[in-house]
């Protein structure tokens, strides 16, 4: 399965926030998209998702025009977790993890065995199934989140798209959340697609990573192609080192010592 | 689930208790061997036409309207995402009162039409709000907006014409003030029609309800279509609320209260807290009316009356014990 936005243009009126985007996205690979705040990073992904509407061009998943799918059948094919969801404080773990069975079901009637079984296996997954029966009001920020990734990867999508999975983390946190993605996708092979502030991390988890810069496609490529000091000084205008260290496998980012 | 199976059983039980009490108390009191032997019996005694044509219908009226106004708020708290929506919020209560008084007032010879009158009106000021909210979608926050704007104009037109009107205003205040007494088993009968079409359409709303309740973007992710789902269940929600007033007049508060305290007892998952709430609202409507009829001796106050004067302190007594009723 693959993604493709061909020439997309997203706006709202007569503002253009993302102009002739054209990227591909692959099953099976972790893609990451960076970019400096108010770059669109966010809008790219929800028009990819049909989060939101585009203008121009197009976006064809497994080869139709994404706007040819049910809404129930696009949601059977890609999960996405959004940076604004919320829950009732009261909704148990569980409870709210089977919502992702939601596309599946059909109308009037309730969950079957699978779906309880892979409700069940996907809060096992995500480190979630000791706190099943507990309410969503009582779990902190990174078990929250990982509750989340629970709900869309109920959905059993091919490809799961996540905005900013680690914002509001604690490093620890956030760590655990890239494990979690990193080794959902080894496992499992579903395909991830995420908005990432973090250079470090995106650099660590990613098969390849799109740079967007003012709304445009500024490069695309492996992480050790995309990430350098180059890209790091026009598009984020920040100058730094991209440095290899012994028994490392990935490169690391050294920013310049402030005054 | 065993926690919400036995809140709806103990408010099922409490319902048939206070149809029996409410059946006995009143002007005249029985006890209820004498109103079973009475109904049971083929002479038409004064304590069988009393409860059989005067209690019974009111009876069965409260616990028809209470469900369709409480069913009517769950569905709008779901559309707005905001736990003060209520059938006032998408105009059918200032609607629906504009058409009545406009009809009392100025055309009196149409009152026999009222409720037809009284529907429409709600139904318009409905269509109005959402007309004037739509932008390329359904934004909570534009219908409330738009929905104050619509009631604070209505508003004024109701109060300008009954103060132009001042000496004739009794059937325009029973109407705000909604009250089912005096109700017969035509109106019970209709108000039936009207209130299980309604819940079956309700019933139906549970999965998009439930699923508005994650927010937008997790909703359409799940595959609903949000706007279409907006629409229908307000809709839904509008002809319940619409129904409801046209047949008895306003009653306000049940469609805030009631949907608020199922929530509170048995948690915000709709497939329970709609048919709690359905009950708790026939409990909760019934015991207004009988002690609407019962507490001074000769006077009638009015249901609505009564579900504002007791329901506002003792939702306020349900917030502050908030702590202790959150579903755990």
Known sequence: MQVNCNHLQVGYGDTVIINDMTITIDKKQITSIIGPNGSGKSTVLKAATRLLNYQKGEVIINGRDIRKYKSKELSRYIGVLAQKHSAPADFRVKELVSYGRMPHLKPLS??????????????????????????????????TQRVWIATVLAQDPEILFLDEPTTYLDVAHQLEVMQLVKNLNKNTGVGIVMVLHDLGQALEVSDKIIVIKDGKKYSEGTPEEVITPKMLKEVYNVDADVISIAGREKPVIIYKELA | MLRCGMVMLVLLILLIVLI????????????????????????????????????????????????????????????MRNPLADPGTIGVSAGAGTAAITILLIFPNLSMSLPLFAFAGAALACVLIYTLAWKGGIDPVRIILSGVAINSVLGGYNSMLQLLNSDNLSGVLAFMNGSISGVSWGHVRIAAVYTFIGLFFAFMCIRPANALQLGDEMA?????????????????????????????????????????????????????????????????????????????????????????????????????????????
């Open chain 1, 110 to 143: 309730s969950f079957s065995k699978e779906d309880y079984e892979i409700i069940d296996k996907v809060m096992k997954t995500t480190g979630v199934w000791h706190l099943r029966d507990k309410s969503i009001y009582e779990c902190s920020g990174g078990e």
């Open chain 2, 20 to 79: 029996f009490i409410s059946c006995a108390v009143g002007s005249a009191g029985y006890s209820v061997v004498e109103i079973v032997k009475a109904l049971f019996s083929k002479e038409d005694s004064i304590i069988k036409v009393t409860v059989m044509y005067l209690r019974l219908p009111r009876i069965f009226m409260a616990v028809l309207v209470g469900p369709a106004l409480a069913a009517s708020g769950c569905l709008l708290q779901a559309v």
């Open chain 2, 220 to 328: 359409k992710n799940l595959g609903i279509r949000v706007n279409l789902s907006r629409v229908c269940l307000s809709a839904v929600s509008a002809f319940l609320a619409a129904a409801t007033v046209s047949v008895v007049g306003m009653i306000g508060f049940v469609g805030l209260l009631v949907p608020h305290i199922a929530r509170m007892l048995v948690g915000s998952d709709y497939k329970v807290m709609l048919p709690t709430s359905i009950l708790l609202s026939s409990c909760v409507l019934l015991a207004a009316d009988t002690i609407g009829r019962t507490i001074v001796p000769g006077l009638e106050i009015p249901v609505g009356v009564v579900m504002s004067v007791i329901g506002g302190p003792f939702f306020l007594y349900m917030l502050r014990k908030r702590g202790k009723f959150n579903a755990g």
